[in-house]
């Protein structure tokens, strides 16, 4: 009878371990599908977004200016910035938050 109950003691301590592990693999899943996907998604149109500027797309920066493109270049955007044509900015293109195009 002493076997009876150790055996269900042992079995028990094991299915507390298994049920450990599948809430861990829960939670690792949960923080996968709520923080790094949504990152990795919003990337992929950020860089969709600015592989396809053009010139003379209306861009809003990250500082919260509105422009229009002028030149663009790998790396680099010149932006020109208010009806004055003497304000062309060169800028990372990282740091363009928004684009516009000119047909839409």
Not at 22 to 33: A, E, Q
Not at 34 to 51: C, F, H, T
Not at 53 to 81: N, P, R
């Amino acid at each position: 009878m002493m076997l009876l109950g150790q055996e269900g003691a042992m079995f028990g301590g094991l299915g507390g371990g298994v049920i450990m592990i599948i809430y861990i693999v829960l939670i690792f899943g949960f923080v996968y599908f709520a923080s790094i996907r949504p990152q990795k998604k919003e990337q992929k149109r950020v860089g969709a977004m600015l592989a396809n500027m053009e010139i003379g797309d209306s861009v809003l920066t990250t500082s919260g200016f509105y422009g229009v493109l002028i030149d663009i270049s790998d790396d680099t955007v010149i932006v020109e910035f208010g009806n004055n044509k003497n304000c062309r900015v060169p800028m990372q293109k990282a740091a363009i938050a928004q684009v516009e195009k000119v047909g839409e």
